[in-house]
């Protein structure tokens, strides 16, 4: 019995040098790459848990996140003769510290997801733009790229948060702000190498207007790279807000967000060590499953190293192919 080659072959191109469709049956299933990798799939469950804790945490929970019991006040954790919504213990104000990293949970992601949306469709949309037409275009994307990058990201947040009013819209204007170089960085570079390519040369001799073209032949190709791009990003966005939190010039009370949540517990850190350690646990644990799915994205949407995702189910125990 031969053996199966484990190396995909390079797929063919058209004349246009563009890869040519493969059939239905040949296409990569995502869902399957995602399975066959078992430390990307509970990364991708975490993830999946976040956003429906999110969205309909808060209706389960009801008024417990801010329910008063002074009677109750700095319970520990891990005990049931409070009830299960005191599972993981009470703040100094008797109130549920679930019930609370459930809401703080909706206003953590209500703060990074539209950050890194507005970042990444305006940083996108103006380095494709720059990156096909070049020029003064480019130069002058760039040139603002820099002014903004010169300025510490986080530095930047805090003096322009300490100017106006904290809030949650202001805390994400300014993070998505400094967060557009990013996107507009990495897509010029990589719309300036795709509007050398043949088939775009070949769109521009059909007269196909300069938007079209980024559209239909540039955003399709550049698309997978901005989305591992963002979702590494979320995790600096995340952890920028819970820094700012904690600072006391990000969520302000009676608002509540895990960074927030890990300022106000601090200074309960001998006594009360649950005040600040769950809802740090939850940063660590989401930004750490979105850097493992961002990984696994950054390979699966890469054909050159796609193959790697399907070896494990293709070896038997004894590591030989079948």
Same mark, same amino acid.
């Given at each position: 019995?031969?053996?199966?080659?484990?190396? &995909?072959?390079?797929?063919?191109?058209?004349?246009?040098?563009?890869?040519?469709?493969?059939?239905?049956?040949?296409?990569?299933?995502?869902?399957?790459?995602?399975?066959?990798?078992? #430390?990307?799939?509970?990364?991708?469950? /975490?993830? %999946?848990?976040v956003v429906l804790t999110a969205v309909f945490g808060p209706m389960l929970v009801g008024g417990s996140a801010t329910h008063i019991d002074?009677?109750?006040?700095?319970?520990?954790?891990?005990? $049931?003769?409070?009830?299960?919504?005191?599972?993981?213990?009470?703040?100094?104000?008797?109130?549920?510290?679930?019930?609370?990293?459930?809401?703080?949970?909706?206003?953590?992601?209500?703060?990074?997801? &539209?950050?890194?949306?507005?970042?990444?469709? #305006?940083?996108?949309? *103006?380095?494709?733009?720059?990156? +096909?037409?070049?020029?003064?275009?480019?130069?002058?994307?760039?040139?603002?790229?820099?002014?903004?990058?010169?300025?510490?990201? $986080?530095?930047?947040?805090?003096?322009?948060?300490?100017?106006?009013?904290?809030?949650?819209a202001n805390i994400v204007l300014v993070l998505a702000i400094t967060r557009i170089p990013v996107y507009l960085r990495t897509a010029r570079?990589?719309?300036? @190498?795709?509007?050398?390519?043949?088939? /775009?040369?070949?769109?521009?001799?059909? %007269?196909?207007?300069?938007?079209? *073209?980024? /559209?239909?032949?540039?955003?399709?190709? #550049?698309?997978?790279?901005? $989305?591992?791009?963002?979702?590494?990003?979320?995790?600096?966005?995340?952890?920028? @807000?819970?820094?700012?939190?904690?600072?006391? *010039?990000?969520?302000?009370? &009676?608002?509540?967000?895990? %960074?927030?949540?890990?300022?106000?517990?601090?200074? +309960?850190?001998?006594?009360?060590?649950?005040?600040?350690?769950?809802?740090?646990?939850?940063i660590v644990i989401t930004t750490v499953s979105a850097t493992i799915l961002a990984a696994w994205a950054r390979i699966a949407t890469d054909?050159?190293?796609?193959?790697?995702?399907? /070896? &494990?189910?293709?070896?038997? =125990?004894? %590591? =030989?192919? *079948?």
């Amino acid at each position: 019995m031969t053996q199966i080659d484990l190396v &995909p072959a390079k797929p063919s191109t058209t004349m246009l040098g563009e890869p040519e469709a493969q059939p239905p049956a040949a296409r990569w299933s995502w869902l399957r790459l995602l399975v066959n990798d078992k #430390v990307a799939t509970a990364a991708a469950a /975490v993830l %999946g848990l976040v956003v429906l804790t999110a969205v309909f945490g808060p209706m389960l929970v009801g008024g417990s996140a801010t329910h008063i019991d002074l009677d109750n006040s700095n319970q520990p954790p891990f005990t $049931l003769a409070h009830g299960w919504a005191n599972i993981l213990g009470t703040d100094p104000l008797g109130r549920s510290m679930l019930a609370r990293l459930v809401v703080a949970c909706r206003t953590t992601l209500s703060v990074a997801i &539209p950050a890194v949306v507005i970042s990444a469709v #305006v940083g996108s949309a *103006i380095g494709m733009w720059a990156g +096909y037409h070049r020029g003064w275009r480019e130069t002058l994307a760039m040139r603002v790229a820099d002014v903004i990058m010169s300025f510490p990201s $986080l530095l930047l947040a805090v003096v322009v948060l300490y100017v106006f009013s904290p809030s949650a819209a202001n805390i994400v204007l300014v993070l998505a702000i400094t967060r557009i170089p990013v996107y507009l960085r990495t897509a010029r570079a990589e719309s300036a @190498e795709l509007s050398s390519r043949v088939f /775009v040369d070949a769109a521009r001799t059909f %007269g196909a207007s300069g938007s079209s *073209i980024i /559209v239909r032949h540039v955003l399709p190709i #550049v698309l997978p790279t901005l $989305l591992t791009v963002a979702t590494l990003d979320f995790c600096y966005v995340m952890l920028a @807000e819970s820094s700012l939190s904690f600072l006391g *010039i990000g969520i302000q009370p &009676p608002d509540v967000s895990w %960074g927030l949540m890990v300022s106000q517990g601090r200074s +309960y850190l001998h006594t009360a060590w649950w005040l600040s350690f769950f809802p740090g646990l939850a940063i660590v644990i989401t930004t750490v499953s979105a850097t493992i799915l961002a990984a696994w994205a950054r390979i699966a949407t890469d054909p050159a190293q796609r193959w790697r995702l399907t /070896v &494990p189910s293709r070896l038997g =125990k004894t %590591g =030989k192919a *079948i």
